[in-house]
């Protein structure tokens, strides 16, 4: 199945036609191993462990590859048998994390596209199934485009913003969670842009945050700039609005996992107080995101599902015994204490200076405090 370029960062998700492996991102940074994937309970498993995630476009295709994997392997009767293996894979993968709308709007446009094949008289049923794995296979390199897309979009919004400005040694960004590469299929959202603007030389610093509990920034993101040599200096979550108010910091830049159609936006948790503390500070707060993250069908923010997950995730932390190598798992926090550990949060609209898509920036109606993003944009 070749032909597909994926970004020459690092592969989140390994795929040929059979073949499907994904890097256990709770390993990382210290140890790089792929998982493989050969079934949907596999690759449903490896996204409610967060062994991969990204909880746009990465979650949604490693879903669609698992299902892909099987699909290859199995041959079918006619179209209902594979009309009802692919419904009955498609309703678990959906039960795998609820946030991120990736993956439902994945999972309905691959259930009307089997639907649709059991009234067409050309394509028989290996033909749809076929066909069905090639939906699948695309979004990969879709991935990748729609990221170059949103990179270019917003490093050119921020110049223009910034135009007046002289600001000859490039931009400082602060940014939240992972959205690189190993949220995605290569180049990444918010990320993305930073790799943008690093590449047309308009990058002077990076911040990252942690972003505890995962550690998405200490992690991942941190991994990925090192990697990339960009500039960049790893912060505490805590540390954000004392970064703002000290050093020269021109935006905040995250990414999405579910963009309502007024521009409420669910992400990674903190990100509600990193877009407080810009509004406090007066810089821009952007969100990056793929068409694919934004819900037409909900109307605001109070209607996201958000995901609450285990509290050893919070009492307990994954590091490297710098004595031995060895990976250990340390308990953080005193026995017997509650936890709370949401894993997004809600920004509102009022808060974000601009939604970054693959088709475009969109900023607020004029006099208004929300977006109105419509289907037909994209
Ligand atoms: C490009 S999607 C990245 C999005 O997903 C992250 O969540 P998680 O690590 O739990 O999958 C975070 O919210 C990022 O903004």
Same mark, same amino acid.
């Given at each position: 199945?070749?032909?597909?370029?994926?970004?020459?960062?690092?592969?989140?998700?390994? @795929?040929?036609?059979?073949?499907?492996?994904i890097?256990? $991102?709770?390993?990382?940074?210290?140890?790089?191993?792929?998982d493989?994937?050969?079934?949907?309970?596999d690759?449903h498993?490896?996204?409610?462990?967060?062994?991969?995630?990204?909880?746009?476009?990465?979650?949604?295709?490693?879903?669609?590859?698992?299902?892909?994997?099987?699909?290859?392997?199995?041959?079918?009767?006619?179209?209902?048998?594979?009309?009802?293996?692919v419904?009955?894979?498609?309703? @678990?993968?959906?039960?795998?994390?609820?946030?991120?709308?990736?993956?439902?709007?994945?999972i309905?446009?691959l259930?009307?596209?089997?639907? +649709?094949?059991?009234?067409?008289?050309?394509?028989?049923?290996?033909?749809? &199934?076929?066909?069905?794995?090639?939906?699948?296979?695309?979004?990969?390199?879709?991935d990748?485009?729609?990221?170059?897309?949103?990179?270019?979009?917003?490093?050119?919004?921020?110049?223009?913003? @910034?135009?007046?400005?002289?600001?000859?040694?490039?931009?400082?960004?602060?940014?939240?969670? +992972?959205?690189?590469?190993?949220?995605?299929?290569?180049?990444?959202?918010?990320?993305?842009?930073?790799?943008?603007?690093?590449?047309?030389?308009?990058?002077?610093?990076?911040?990252?945050?942690?972003?505890?509990?995962?550690? $998405?920034?200490?992690?991942?993101?941190?991994?990925?700039?090192?990697?990339?040599k960009?500039?960049?200096?790893?912060?505490?979550?805590?540390?954000?609005?004392?970064? /703002?108010?000290?050093?020269?910091?021109?935006?905040?830049?995250?990414?999405?996992?579910?963009?309502?159609?007024?521009?409420?936006?669910?992400?990674?948790?903190?990100?509600? $107080? /990193?877009?407080?503390?810009?509004?406090?500070?007066?810089?821009?707060?952007?969100?990056?995101?793929?068409?694919?993250?934004?819900?037409f069908? /909900?109307?605001n923010?109070?209607?996201?599902?958000?995901?609450?997950?285990?509290?050893?995730?919070?009492?307990?932390?994954?590091?490297?015994?710098?004595?031995?190598?060895?990976?250990?798992?340390l308990?953080?926090?005193?026995?017997?204490?509650?936890?709370? +550990?949401p894993?997004?949060?809600?920004?509102?609209?009022?808060?974000?200076?601009?939604?970054?898509?693959?088709?475009?920036?969109?900023?607020?109606? &004029?006099?208004?405090?929300?977006?109105?993003? &419509?289907?037909?944009?994209f």
């Amino acid at each position: 199945m070749g032909g597909i370029v994926q970004s020459e960062t690092l592969l989140a998700i390994k @795929y040929s036609r059979g073949s499907l492996e994904i890097l256990n $991102q709770l390993l990382l940074p210290f140890q790089p191993v792929y998982d493989k994937i050969t079934t949907v309970d596999d690759g449903h498993d490896a996204i409610r462990t967060m062994r991969v995630r990204g909880g746009a476009p990465a979650i949604a295709v490693v879903a669609s590859l698992s299902l892909a994997i099987e699909l290859n392997v199995k041959s079918f009767v006619n179209k209902a048998e594979l009309n009802q293996f692919v419904k009955e894979k498609l309703s @678990y993968l959906k039960t795998s994390r609820p946030t991120a709308v990736d993956l439902f709007n994945t999972i309905g446009k691959l259930l009307s596209l089997s639907e +649709n094949f059991l009234n067409d008289t050309v394509l028989n049923v290996e033909k749809s &199934k076929l066909k069905l794995i090639e939906f699948c296979e695309a979004m990969l390199q879709t991935d990748v485009e729609n990221n170059k897309n949103i990179g270019s979009f917003g490093s050119e919004f921020l110049k223009n913003y @910034y135009k007046s400005s002289s600001l000859s040694e490039g931009l400082t960004i602060l940014t939240h969670c +992972n959205t690189g590469s190993l949220a995605t299929a290569g180049w990444g959202t918010a990320l993305g842009i930073i790799r943008s603007l690093n590449e047309a030389k308009n990058l002077s610093h990076v911040y990252c945050t942690e972003t505890r509990p995962y550690n $998405q920034g200490g992690r991942l993101t941190a991994y990925e700039l090192v990697y990339e040599k960009i500039p960049s200096t790893l912060i505490c979550d805590s540390m954000a609005s004392a970064l /703002l108010k000290t050093k020269n910091v021109n935006a905040i830049i995250v990414g999405a996992d579910r963009v309502c159609a007024n521009g409420d936006t669910a992400n990674k948790i903190g990100t509600y $107080q /990193l877009a407080i503390t810009a509004k406090y500070h007066g810089i821009p707060f952007l969100v990056a995101a793929p068409s694919t993250s934004i819900d037409f069908s /909900l109307e605001n923010g109070s209607l996201i599902p958000i995901e609450v997950r285990n509290g050893s995730e919070v009492s307990k932390i994954k590091g490297l015994d710098e004595g031995d190598g060895k990976l250990r798992t340390l308990k953080i926090s005193a026995d017997g204490i509650n936890i709370w +550990n949401p894993g997004f949060d809600v920004t509102p609209a009022d808060l974000i200076s601009a939604i970054v898509t693959e088709k475009g920036v969109f900023e607020k109606l &004029k006099d208004k405090n929300v977006f109105n993003l &419509k289907k037909e944009y994209f």
